[in-house]
């Protein structure tokens, strides 16, 4: 890339282009610890009801449909020495670290009481279990099944047969005024590996004002740091139009700046990091669930104060080489502005539909923890002989292949084909297209009863993800440059860039996408039961031995693939539709862009047209 234009296409430098970037996978990475991570933490690590959890989401995100546009035209007001944006880039790093961390210092809806904890482990095998040993307890039926009390003291004896064989595969199960704790036989050990099971005894819902409160907090925290988020989000967006007048150039830095905010999720290992260091809080004498809630904050704080650092960056490295006029206009103007802009309303309704697919990143790390990991990576990851889980490993970056490699590697190939092909054309193709392989993933679930784990059954689901998810990085693509060719359109008619506004309806498609995707996510949880207490109990179950993907009869795992393909699906047919017609054209903005720099290199202001 060539670092000098003529005058009359001022443009970036590498060097420029290079810490923007940098900037922008900083601020990613703090996006994508809230967007997917905050949502594991709320439900499946402190317990706030999915109900409660969507509500949150969709109340943020209906405060930010009023909250962006403002901000947008505070930013496009703003006037310094640095420009309009700069000033915002510099300065907002450090207190969206702030805010980032504040929601995950939290209390716990749900936690263990008194009556959880039971001070067992490994048992020795005391004698054979024979009937004048059982005549001495109780016997009780619980779950369907008839079992012996063998002890009222912590001592399990193992199951046997008449020939005193061990029976593989029994539960002996130990009850007191503490509730109910499972015991599962290990014949391979010759003991009875005694299991923390948290019973309907075993821990309490926060109630009254406590519960309020942690509700509250929650929402408060969240909100506050999609307000800050905001002020950050829309100028590092808003700058791409005002750091070249050259539209290649400008389409080279939207697209590697897709590509960059893609590989913002790192942030999404989030949810794998944190769980690792629950050793270190478990050693201080927290038990499994406390010390699960202090490896989160603690992580979320290492992890954002390293975004917060990279974003900064950007602030310290862009310029602004387009210049602006004096007129600006106000909130209500602007508001007026962006929805009398054709071709960005009909962008704007189109994202709007297009909201389910924000699903895979709302649903994406429960996904993967649950079904793939079953809530225990060490333990997954890991085999009875100590060595590595070479076969899950594999099979989960098939899986990280086909969601990553699609969104981040296919937005690279974008510009060249909008050097082709013409940019409406391509992004219809793409919503249709892309809904193909959504409903595809559904179907092979459903097809094979629910288990994808065989090699085959990986390679064809991971085909799929990439298929789609190519689709949903090529429309993040050309949304982010057809939204910069609306900037040249409304300058070229009223006479004003306005940038912030413009850049603040795309963040503004994110996060209302973000609050229906959460609401669809909340209701679908609520029916199969994935919420609060079923969740810890759940949690508790998997420690147990059992599989998530057969627990409750597979209906947990069937509701996550749903929500990652038939609604995204619907939501890709949909947003062609407003699209369909797209009035502003290529050549219509080749045209506009030349008159517009022509303007510029002439010295004139770019008064409003009639």
């Known amino acids: 890339m060539n670092d000098q234009k003529p005058a009359k296409a001022l443009t970036y430098t590498r060097r420029e282009l290079a810490g923007y970037l940098t900037g922008l996978a900083g601020q990613n990475i703090i996006y994508n610890i809230i967007a997917t ?29 009023i909250n962006d546009p403002m901000m947008g035209s505070i930013v496009d007001k703003t006037r310094t020495k640095w420009g309009k944006c700069k000033p915002y880039l510099l300065f907002v790093p450090a207190v969206i670290c702030v805010t980032t961390i504040l929601p995950f210092f939290n209390s716990m ?8 904890e039971v001070e067992l482990s490994a048992q020795p095998v005391y004698s054979v279990f024979d009937e004048q040993a059982a005549s001495a307890f109780e ?33 002996s199960v130990f009850v007191n005024e503490n509730g109910i704790y499972k015991a599962v036989d290990d014949p391979a050990q010759g003991k009875t590996i005694v299991q923390e099971f948290q019973s309907e005894f075993g821990f309490e819902k926060a109630s009254g004002s406590k519960g309020a409160f942690i509700i509250i907090w929650a929402a408060f925290a969240y909100i506050l740091w999609g307000m800050t988020y905001t002020v ?22 939207l697209a590697l700046a897709r590509i960059f905010a893609n590989a913002g999720m790192i942030g999404m290992a989030f949810t794998f990091i944190a769980p690792n260091f629950n050793g270190i809080f478990i050693a201080k004498g927290m038990d499994e669930a406390h010390a699960l809630r202090s490896s989160y904050i603690l992580t979320a704080i290492i992890l954002t104060v390293f975004s917060s650092l ?58 993967v923890m649950y079904y793939f990991f079953n809530n225990d990576i060490e333990g997954t990851m890991t085999l009875p002989d100590g060595s590595a889980n070479v076969s899950i ?3 989960v970056l098939i899986m990280g292949l086909g969601i990553f490699g699609g969104l981040i590697g296919f937005s690279a190939v974008i510009p060249a084909l909008a050097r082709r092909f013409e940019k409406k054309k391509l992004y219809n193709f793409f919503s249709v297209a892309g809904a193909v392989p959504y409903i595809l993933i559904f179907v092979i679930f459903k097809l094979t009863g629910g288990d994808i784990l065989s090699w085959g059954r990986i390679i064809i689901m991971g085909a799929m993800f990439f298929m789609a998810s190519s689709s949903m990085g090529a429309l993040n693509v050309l949304q982010s440059v057809m939204i910069a060719d609306c ?26 996408s973000a609050g229906i995707a959460s609401l669809i996510s909340g209701a679908v949880y609520a029916i199969v039961g994935f919420s609060d207490k079923n969740i810890a109990l759940l949690n508790n179950e998997l420690l147990s031995g059992v599989d998530f993907k057969t627990y409750a009869g597979g209906k947990y795992a069937a509701a996550m ?50």
């Open 37 to 65: 991570g905050l949502a594991f933490y709320f439900q499946s690590v402190i317990f706030i009801p999915a109900i409660a959890c969507s509500l949150i989401f969709a109340i943020a995100r209906v405060w930010d449909a």
């Open 232 to 253: 950050g989000d829309i100028p590092l967006w808003g700058v791409t139009s005002l750091m070249t007048e050259d539209q290649n150039d400008r389409a080279k830095a």
């Open 487 to 512: 900037i040249d359109y409304e300058e070229h008619i009223h006479g004003v860039r306005t940038d912030g506004v413009f850049f603040s309806g795309q963040s503004f498609i994110t996060k209302l």
């Open 310 to 367: 990279l974003f900064e960056v950007a602030g310290l490295s862009v310029k602004e080489k387009v210049s602006q006029s004096e007129k600006t206009y106000s909130i209500k103007d602007n508001f007026r502005i962006m929805w009398g802009n054709k071709p960005f309303r009909q962008l704007l309704i189109s994202g709007v539909l297009r909201s389910p697919i924000q699903l895979l990143s709302i649903v994406a790390m429960t996904l």
């Open 109 to 116: 809806y749900a936690e263990p009481n008194e009556k959880h």
């Open 139 to 171: 016997k009780f039926t619980y779950d369907g099944k008839e079992y012996i009390v063998a002890s009222d003291s912590g001592s399990w004896e193992i199951t046997r047969d008449a020939e005193g064989k061990i029976i593989k595969n029994t539960v």
């Open 393 to 395: 490993i594999i099979k």
């Open 561 to 610: 693939f749903f929500l990652v393909s038939i609604p995204p699906a619907v939501g890709m047919l949909l947003s062609a539709i407003p699209t369909r017609n797209y009035s502003l054209t290529d050549r219509e903005h080749t045209r506009i862009l030349n008159e517009l720099n022509a303007r510029r290199a002439a010295g004139q202001d770019g008064k409003e047209q009639p």
